[in-house]
């Protein structure tokens, strides 16, 4: 129960600072995209929206063409896994284009909620795996284990932990760039 409420506490104080940093962007008449970010934002939508459909085919065509059935409890985490890598493709194809922050915002504030995000997720992750292999969730089927909790919280993970090496590898790449 404690870490639920932590989580949650986590999650406000992230939502609050998310929060604070649009109010900030919206007041400063400086934090707008030019035409080329925008062209490569357009790119990086139009990958992330057929990795999503891509991936929602598969599950289409696994689910129908095996012989094994996805259980039901499976779809949630599935669908969280799909989500989570169609915005990692677009954060990263952003990223990696200059158009995932404004002109002239800094890099530090997504660098930082993406560490705490994934922070929380993998201690939400380890957490699920202490309960079940303490024996307290051990009542569930594993495969609702295995695919519904434990993916969505490793997922999440996974996602924020890559979009931050991705962020600090292009800053330290284009350090590297402006000083030669």
Known sequence: MTESVILILIYLVLFVAVAL???HRTKNQ???????????????YKRAFFTIIAL???IIVFDTC?????????????????VMLSFL?????????????????SWKGYF????????????DFI??????????DQTQNIWYFIISKASTSCTMAITFFTLAVVIAVKQLRDKKISEE
């Open 30 to 44: 400086n934090t707008q995209y030019d035409e080329m970010q925008l062209k490569n934002r357009a790119e990086a």
């Open 66 to 82: 095996s012989p094994v059935n996805l259980p039901q409890y499976a779809l949630s985490g599935i669908l969280i896994i799909v």
């Open 56 to 58: 929602l085919c598969g």
């Open 21 to 23: 940093i649009i109010r």
């Open 89 to 105: 493709v677009f954060a990263t194809y952003s990223v990696w284009n200059d158009a995932f922050f404004y002109i002239g915002q």
């Open 127 to 136: 957490s699920t795996l202490v309960r079940y292999f303490n024996g307290k």
């Open 112 to 123: 930082s909620i993406c560490i705490v995000v994934g922070a929380v997720q993998l201690i």
